[in-house]
């Protein structure tokens, strides 16, 4: 067969795993160094989202986006939580 591969054509590459791993975290810190924030930049498109939705319900739909926005205003202002923190439960049983 024309193809085979025999021992003289495999080439040994040093293996260095030290080496490895320190490129490795640089290459990791390189791009955590660059990254913006992850939440708050989440945070920020959902609210532009919901802003833009609620811009285009009250062109579309007054009365429906009036409704909505009275319901959002009592939720942010009554001072209750709207999903109830799973810390504080837990820590109540306790």
Same mark, same amino acid.
């Given at each position: 067969?024309?193809?085979?591969? $025999?021992?003289?054509?495999?080439?040994?590459?040093?293996?260095?795993?030290?080496?490895?791993?320190?490129?490795?975290?640089?290459?990791?810190? #390189?791009?955590?160094?660059? #990254?913006?924030?992850?939440?708050?930049?989440?945070?920020?498109?959902?609210?532009?989202?919901?802003?833009?939705?609620?811009?285009?319900?009250?062109? !579309?739909?007054?009365? $429906?986006?009036?409704?909505?926005?009275? #319901? !959002?205003?009592?939720?942010?202002?009554?001072?209750?939580?709207? !999903?109830?923190?799973?810390?504080?439960?837990?820590?109540?049983? !306790?």
């Amino acid at each position: 067969m024309e193809n085979e591969i $025999t021992e003289q054509d495999i080439i040994e590459i040093p293996v260095t795993c030290e080496d490895d791993t320190e490129e490795l975290l640089e290459k990791y810190d #390189r791009r955590s160094k660059r #990254r913006v924030d992850d939440v708050p930049a989440m945070q920020t498109v959902v609210c532009i989202i919901v802003a833009l939705f609620m811009f285009g319900m009250n062109i !579309l739909y007054p009365e $429906t986006a009036g409704e909505v926005f009275s #319901r !959002l205003n009592q939720a942010v202002f009554s001072g209750k939580n709207i !999903l109830p923190n799973p810390i504080e439960i837990i820590s109540e049983l !306790l």
